[in-house]
């Protein structure tokens, strides 16, 4: 028991990861590439449109974008940069698509112009 509660402490003293999601990008993740944020519902809640935001998705600067939850923004924005900070791969240059920013059934939603 001893040893337990040692290896605890050391465990504890050293930040050691338990595998677990860190909760600041809960409902995030990587597309198979990892050049792109996957975002799900947890992050477009809203009630009117005004709610709502135009985000980044892309690791590569690609023109992926994704409305989101405005008072999520800064999180979005720290959890997206850790997410993306071991990205190595291609870099895009492009001009995104014209599209406006709604609330539709409680969701935030880029809408085609």
């Known amino acids: ?3 337990f509660a040692s290896l605890l402490v050391a465990c504890l003293a050293l930040s050691c990861d ?13 597309n198979e590439s990892g050049s792109t944020v996957l975002v799900d519902d947890s992050w477009t809640a809203c009630g009117v449109t005004a709610d709502c935001i135009r985000a980044g998705t892309s690791c ?3 023109c992926g974008e994704v409305a989101i939850t405005a008072s999520l923004q800064e999180d979005y924005q ?3 940069a ?8 291609g ?4 001009a995104p698509l014209a599209t406006s920013v709604e609330c539709i059934q409680q969701s935030c939603t880029l809408v085609p112009e």
Do not use: H, I, N, Q
Not at 82 to 89: A, V
Not at 91 to 94: E, Q
């Open 18 to 30: 338990s595998g677990g999601d860190d909760p600041a990008s809960a409902g995030l993740s990587l």
């Open 82 to 89: 850790g997410l993306c900070e071991d990205y190595e791969g």
């Open 91 to 94: 870099v895009c240059d492009c």
């Open 1 to 3: 028991m001893r040893m």
């Open 60 to 62: 590569d600067g690609c």
């Open 78 to 80: 720290t959890a997206k």
